[in-house]
């Protein structure tokens, strides 16, 4: 814990101006951004007495190591740089909205030829329109299937439409009249998307219009004595009105406003918003945060405003659905100064912005309406336990003090081995910090120093090549103790001198590049890979784990970081050199938490083993070809339609094939000679050895040609690929050399040893095992 005054700046360093500051801790990471229209003032009042600052605040400058700040010119610039960095740094200490990316939107996919309607989670994609968010898909669902009869958009998936169109058959819905099927050129591609149009103006509010000129043409048809169009067109009436009926009008003035209401407690607050268009709820949304530092409600609703406008820009009406920044934002309490804050949103939305309390009427009475599921939001949201800030921190708590840990671990890293039957051995990593999995810090692993199934082994190789990389980072920093003459390192006790590897290419093109696997950078405070120490390590099993991660910590001089093990048979707490575990009640939320963190790492782990399966499973004998990327491979195989045939080619047959010049057909050739051929494919109904190609060889010219003598040639068909190629991932042992490249969770380019570049597999995948 810091002493304040030890990082106070001097008297008259500290501007009297407006700007954004930002508290960074001993490792660099920054843990707080704030803005001030004083900066003096401001920071002054973080270093008073702390028995009268706000316990939180107290713990955030105990917490903290140095303070830095940037001046700017405006109020407002201030508030943009102070977003900015909240979405960059992630401070621990910040006010963090629970993000609502798993909130469902209508979505229609106006950047795809024929538009297609549908449901849609995530961030938003460039080219479509989106009409929400809501609170259930079902509610989403409904209203589409009554549109449809009127609007028959396209709701299928790009690979049932592919299938429809090949096979000259629409869906269902195409033939009980809920899509116009444009996969079998019913309609055209302008008319298809003109209804898509249509749709979408009906979802953004502009239903007036439409309805009446769909009542003109169902009198028109019944003027004509065409009653069956007549009564077609009355059914669609009447989805349409049961469709708006499901969005009553709120306020009768027709009005663009975005609603915000709060309901908080001393340690949690929730936030709800109704996206109101054209007087209709057109959408909702809400957020859950932990009080981590002394707000207000003006404060929340000011962190709110950023979160919900931040990314977002334009007119609400013209962009459709819940877009944009409405003409008009009411809240339940002003943030202080407001003009800067009226300002941004102005200049976000292109013209000005009315943000204000209502007082009285229908707004008022709409607003009492969000309150109401905000403080229904705040108690659900109460009853999960995971996500209880009390629970968390009494967790954290228990784990100590069994554990015997002088402070709560804050950051716990879990770690798994899985294989099958000790083929493709994996490792996971899953990182939980104040009780909750922070998975941009997740990482993972391929045991490289061996073959086969050893789970204590693999174990050693892991910890020692995630704490090797810690101490390289802390050596590239000037953090490291001493430097020995030979370039070893001194251990931070100061006995055993440890042996690290330089770091260089073989650790990536991205050391140093400011994504990973560098040291944290000085301009924005985000620690790289592995360059943040856990206060707990936690390995899944008993006894022969712990003893494992032990000895590799010990070898690399670590003696402050505290490890342990759960056994899944009885969740026993194993401990480093005591025979009997430490059993933790089974209503103990520490036990809880410590289950949650090795179920996440074996899920990590699981589904990354599984991936690497399935991948070697399909693995051909043209992926080990260098330089041949799936293009060509697909090439290839259509023009010589299998993969004997290939095998059979010259190098001047294969050069025909448009893209391949004669580097890489001698490297394909080479390649194909090189490897064995797999077994012939057998059919197992009649045990006939399935061939290729038919056999057509040419008659001789005094008779028919003799059936062939025995078996086909051992090659290798299309439906038996070859077998897998060796890994190229061999790596080298830990401490031999540079240190083998790690797998991480984003998907970045990584190298080998032997400086081959490689993919990563994307995040989150792990495998069946033990």
């Known amino acids: 814990m810091a002493d304040p005054s030890s990082y106070r700046p001097k008297p008259g360093q500290i501007p009297d101006s407006p700007g954004v500051y930002k508290f960074r801790d001993e490792h660099r990471r920054v843990i707080y951004v704030g803005k001030a229209k004083s900066l003096r003032a401001r920071l002054s009042s973080y270093f008073q007495d702390i028995t009268n600052l706000h316990h939180r605040t107290a713990t955030m400058v105990t917490t903290a190591a140095s303070v830095e700040w940037t001046v700017v010119s405006t109020e407002v610039e201030a508030l943009q740089l102070e977003y900015s960095w909240i979405k960059e740094y992630d401070p621990r200490f910040n006010v963090k909205y629970r993000d609502d990316k798993s909130y469902p939107s209508l979505a229609v996919t106006m950047n795809e030829e024929f538009p297609r309607v549908q449901v849609m989670r995530g961030p938003k994609r460039k080219g479509v329109r989106y009409f929400g968010p809501y609170a259930h898909a079902w509610a989403i669902r409904e209203t589409v299937d009554l549109l449809l009869r009127v609007f028959p958009v396209r709701t299928c998936s790009a690979g049932v439409f592919k299938r429809s169109a090949q096979i000259g058959r629409p869906c269902l819905l195409g033939y009980i009249g809920k899509c116009s099927a444009p996969c079998v050129g019913r309609i055209s591609a302008e008319d298809h998307r003109e209804l898509a149009e249509e749709f979408s103006d009906f979802m953004a509010g502009h239903a007036g219009t439409y309805l009446r000129r769909l009542e003109q043409r169902m009198k028109d048809a019944a003027a004509a004595m065409e009653y069956e169009q007549a009564a077609r067109l009355r059914d669609d009436l009447e989805a349409l009105r049961r469709a708006m009926e499901k969005n009553a009008v709120v306020l009768a003035d027709a009005t663009d406003a975005d609603l915000i209401a709060v309901a908080e407690d001393e340690l949690e607050a929730a936030v709800q918003i109704f996206h109101v268009r054209g007087g209709r709820v057109r959408g909702q949304r809400g957020w859950v945060t932990d009080k981590v530092e002394a707000v207000d409600t003006a404060d929340l609703v000011e962190h709110a405003l950023q979160q919900l406008y931040g990314d977002e820009s334009g007119d609400a009406e013209q962009s459709g659905g819940s877009g944009g920044v409405p003409k008009e934002v009411l809240v339940p309490a002003l943030p202080e100064p407001v003009e800067p804050l009226v300002q941004w949103l102005s200049q976000r939305r292109g013209s000005q912005v009315s943000l204000r309390v209502p007082q009285r009427g229908d707004k008022k009475d709409l607003m009492a309406t969000v309150q109401r599921n905000a403080q229904q939001a705040l108690a659900l949201h109460k009853t999960k336990r995971a996500s209880d800030l009390t629970t968390r921190s009494r967790a954290l708590e228990e784990i100590a003090t069994a554990l015997d840990l002088d402070t709560a671990p804050l950051r716990i890293e879990c770690y798994d081995i899985s294989h099958l039957q000790g083929d493709d051995v994996v490792a996971s990593m899953v990182v939980f910090e104040d009780g909750l999995a922070r998975k941009s810090e997740y990482r993972r692993f391929q045991i490289k120093s061996f073959a086969g199934q050893d789970d204590v082994r693999s174990m050693h190789e892991v910890i020692s090549r995630r704490f090797r990389r810690y101490l390289q980072e802390k050596q590239r920093t000037g953090e490291w103790e001493e430097e020995l003459p030979d370039g070893s390192s001194a251990a931070p006790n100061g006995d055993v001198p440890v042996v690290l590897p330089a770091v260089d290419s073989a650790d990536g093109p991205e050391a140093g590049n400011g994504v990973a696997g560098g040291p944290i950078d000085p301009d924005t405070g985000r620690p790289r890979k592995f360059a943040y120490p856990p206060q707990l390590v936690v390995v899944d099993g008993g006894q022969p784990q712990v003893a494992a991660a032990c000895k590799a910590l010990e070898e690399l001089g670590i003696d402050d970081v505290a490890v342990c093990g759960l056994a899944k048979r009885l969740e026993e707490v194993w401990l480093p050199g005591e025979d009997d575990p430490v059993i933790l009640p089974r209503s103990s939320e ?132 070859a077998p897998d190629p060796a890994p190229a991932d061999t790596g080298s042992a830990p401490g031999a050399g540079s240190e083998p490249a790690v797998e991480t969770a984003n998907g970045e380019i990584i190298e080998d040893s032997d400086g081959a570049p490689r993919t990563a597999v994307p995040s989150d995948h792990r495998g069946n095992g033990t």
């Open 590 to 721: 520490g036990l809880y938490l410590l289950q949650r963190v090795r179920d996440e790492a074996h899920r990590f782990a699981i589904t990354y083993q599984r991936s690497k399966r399935s991948k070697s499973m399909k693995a051909g004998a043209l992926d080990s070809v260098p330089g041949l990327g799936e293009t060509r491979r697909q090439a290839l195989l259509k023009h010589f339609g299998s993969l004997k045939r290939l095998r059979a080619a010259t190098i001047d047959e294969i050069c025909q094939v448009p893209g391949v010049g004669r580097r890489t057909a001698e490297t394909v050739a080479a390649a194909l000679a090189s490897a064995a051929p797999a077994a012939p494919a057998v059919n197992t109904a009649t045990g006939e050895i399935i061939e290729d190609e038919p056999a057509a060889a040419p008659a001789p010219a005094d008779g028919p040609a003799a059936p062939a003598a025995g078996p086909a040639p051992a090659s290798a068909p299309a439906a038996a690929p």
